[in-house]
C-alpha cells in the first residue's frame, strides 16, 4: 500500500530557505515511469502545482517558481526533498507531495500534507 | 502559465446531476487528454476522481464521469450525494511538460 508523509518546518522566516522532505513507503522511485510531486495550497485556496520529479530524475518545475524550486530524490532512503529559496508570507500554504503512477498524469496517492507558516 | 478555470460554485439536490466545467487553452486542456479531477473534503488531502479526461481509478463511484470538447472539460456527478459535497478541482499536462491546476469549485448539495 502506497503511503507518503510531508516533513519539514512549521514556521519559517521571510527570506529564508524552505526544506521539505518526502517520505515515502510501497513503492519504488526507480521504476520507469513513476514520478513524485509538490503541490501546495494557501489557506482558503486552489491547489497549486510546484514540481515533479521522475524515476529517470528528469525534473519540472512551475514557470512561475522555476527560479526559486529544487527538487531531488534519494532512492535508497524512499525520500524527495523540495526546498524552495527566499520565503514571503504569501508561501504560507498546505505543501503535499503525491505520487503519480507509471505513465499516468495524474497524482494517485497523496500525503496529508504539512502546513507552513512563513512569519517573522 | 494560467490556472485553468472553474466556477467558483455550484449546487444541486440529492439525486440530482451536476456539471462543472474546466477551460483552458489549446496549450492545456486542449491540446492533451490528461485532464484530471480531484475531491477535497475540508481538512483532508485531494482524492484523485478521474484522469486522462474520463477514466475513474479504482474504487471511484460511477457516479463520477468526465468529458471533454475542445479548451473544456467538464465533471459530471450523478445520482447526487450529500457526501459529494466537497471542492473539485480540475487538472491539466501542459505544453511545458508540467501540470496547472484549475481554481477549485465548491459543490453543495442542498
Known amino acids: 500500500q502506497i503511503t507518503l508523509k510531508e516533513s519539514g518546518p512549521t514556521l519559517v522566516k521571510p527570506t529564508q530557505t524552505l526544506t521539505l522532505t518526502c517520505t515515502f513507503s510501497?513503492?519504488?522511485?526507480?521504476?520507469?515511469?513513476?514520478?513524485v510531486g509538490w503541490i501546495r495550497q494557501p489557506p482558503g485556496k486552489a491547489l497549486e502545482w510546484l514540481a515533479l520529479i521522475y524515476w529517470d530524475d528528469d525534473k519540472r518545475y512551475s514557470p512561475s517558481l522555476k527560479s526559486r524550486l529544487t527538487i531531488t530524490k534519494d532512492t535508497s532512503k524512499n525520500q524527495v526533498v523540495l526546498t524552495m529559496t527566499n520565503m514571503d508570507p504569501v508561501d504560507t500554504a498546505t505543501y503535499y507531495c503525491?505520487?503519480?503512477?507509471?505513465?499516468?498524469?495524474?497524482?494517485?496517492?497523496w500525503g496529508q500534507g504539512t502546513l507552513v507558516t512563513v512569519s517573522s | 502559465q494560467s490556472a485553468l478555470t472553474q466556477p467558483a460554485s455550484v449546487s444541486g439536490s440529492p439525486g440530482q446531476s451536476i456539471t462543472i466545467s474546466c477551460t483552458g487553452t489549446s496549450s492545456d486542456v486542449g491540446g492533451y487528454n490528461y485532464v484530471s479531477w480531484y475531491q477535497q473534503h475540508p481538512g483532508k488531502a485531494p482524492k484523485l476522481m478521474i484522469y486522462?479526461?474520463?477514466n475513474r481509478p479504482s474504487g471511484v463511484s460511477n457516479r463520477f464521469s468526465g468529458s471533454k470538447s475542445g479548451n473544456t472539460a467538464s465533471l459530471t456527478i450523478s445520482g447526487l450525494q450529500a457526501e459529494d459535497e466537497a471542492d473539485y478541482y480540475c487538472?491539466?499536462?501542459?505544453?511545458?511538460?508540467?501540470?496547472?491546476f484549475g481554481g477549485g469549485t465548491k459543490l453543495t448539495v442542498l
Open positions: 503525491a505520487h503519480r503512477e507509471s505513465y499516468v498524469v495524474a497524482f494517485d496517492y
Open positions: 510501497g513503492f519504488s522511485l526507480s521504476t520507469s515511469g513513476v514520478g
Open positions: 486522462d479526461v474520463s
Open positions: 487538472s491539466s499536462y501542459t505544453s511545458s511538460s508540467t501540470q496547472v
